[in-house]
């Protein structure tokens, strides 16, 4: 059996040891230290805007601790783009509030202005106004940033900009994860960068932050004893798995330029197929293409290939399948017009990570052909 080929694999420069090490030394192996400041101003000159980042255990708590902040409870409505990982919508059901899909459009395949206005019209005829948006930034390819901003302006809805998979992206010059009333980024295993398992919320204001870091601290009062008024919640990131974020900040950029060529390398080595197409970056937008998707010209297809790269070993998958499909939200309102759907049948995720190996992408185009002269 040849070697694995993986969809996305860590990818460690070197230069997260001396901060880990530095960590043991002075003993900062408690939850705070200096390495949680360090990796936050790190993400925040890096984001190059004027906002606050609290770091965390995780994507999914920083979109969770971002929808308590907007005052999301029981019984209120939260708009979110159905094309996504389910992480964006869950924190939606742990706060009893209820998840509204809305589907894509296919220049970037995130979220449709259009059915997001009458989604929202909709539900303001039902009489319950959307609490916030939930959009994302799907396989590191930017939303259309202007088109929603404007619809959540006029109907005075905030923005929750899930920036999982765009750390690194920009739109009109300007980075993903500064976009939103709240922004999140995911430091999972996955990601562009990692640090085995954590987040960040991004906020607009310090006092927002500090009001994240307090609840992600169990929410104690300022007291001698343990005191607490509201409820708190144990989301902080550990000084440990900071360090491991402040080696990967250095060679962010370095991983955004390798997805990119991986991008282009399947771009210029598949060009000739018909039954393949790509999703172009449109004018403005810089994608970090976190992943490399094809389209096929089939469901069959789609299958068959993505059979034929397991065969060698090759990790693919499909395309996210939508909220609006999945057996645990199927329940729940959803404005469609097909295009996610469409993406599900006929996407494909190739591997994608910055640490493939020339030898590995000839392997992975290889397979592709083999296919393609079978089928
Ligand atoms: C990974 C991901 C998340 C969740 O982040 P975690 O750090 O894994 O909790 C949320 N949204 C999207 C779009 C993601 O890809």
Redesign the pocket.
Known sequence: MKPKIWLSSPHMSGNELPFINEAFETNWVAPLGPNVNGFENDIQSYLNEDRHVAALA??????HLSLILLGVGHGDEVICQSK??S??ANPIVYQGATPIFVDSESDTWNMCPIQLEIAIKDRIDRGNTPKAIIA?H?YGMPYKVDEINDIALKYNIPIIE?S??SLGSQYKGKNCGTFGDFS?L???G??IITTS???AIVTKTLKLKEKAVFLATQARDNAPHYLHSEIGYNYRMSNIVAGIGRGQMTILDSHVAKRRSNHQFYLDSLKNNDRITFLQEPEGYFSNRWLSCILLDSEETREGLRLALEKENIESRPLWKPMHQQPIFKKYPSYLNGVSDELFNKGLCLPSGSNLTDIELERVISAINAYFVTC
């Open positions: 995780s994507g999914t708590s920083a979109l996504t990982f992480a964006s994302v799907l899930d999982a998979e999140i995911s430091f999972n996955n990601k398992g954590g987040g």
